[in-house]
């Protein structure tokens, strides 16, 4: 079982800093791809990064790349999303998820089984 609860996000100015953490309850963190996803109001969830399970891989999406960086302790159970030069449009909800395979392949939603509960990141102008 994987349980997923992030926390980090809040509301920040534009350049600002912020690194928001997933962490899992369960004993299969390490089983499993962990990626980032956020969604802004009246937009789809878009895929932002992830990270492999194994060789610890990443993908990111292009209007984060530079800026973000994905990372995970399995010793923690936690995978880390480091957003530096944040900007009013990378204002969303970001949600962690967790999938059963270790390829570099994100942005297909339905290959995510577990979810976690969503933090908000506000970036004003």
């Known amino acids: 079982q994987v349980q997923l609860v992030e926390s980090g996000g809040g509301l920040v100015q534009a350049g600002d800093s912020l690194r928001l953490s997933c962490v899992d309850s369960?004993?299969?963190?390490?089983?499993?791809?962990m990626a980032w996803f956020r969604q802004a109001p009246g937009k789809e969830r878009e895929f932002v990064s992830l990270i492999t399970r194994t060789s610890g891989a990443t993908a990111y999406v292009d209007s984060v790349k530079g800026r973000f960086t994905i990372s995970r302790d399995n010793s923690k159970n936690t995978v880390y999303l480091q957003m530096n030069g944040l900007e009013p449009e990378d204002t969303a909800v970001y949600y962690c998820a967790a999938a059963p395979n270790d390829n570099l392949f994100g942005r297909d939603i339905s290959q995510y089984e577990y979810w976690g509960q969503g933090t908000q990141v506000t970036v004003s102008s």
């Open positions: 369960g004993p299969l963190f390490s089983r499993y791809k």
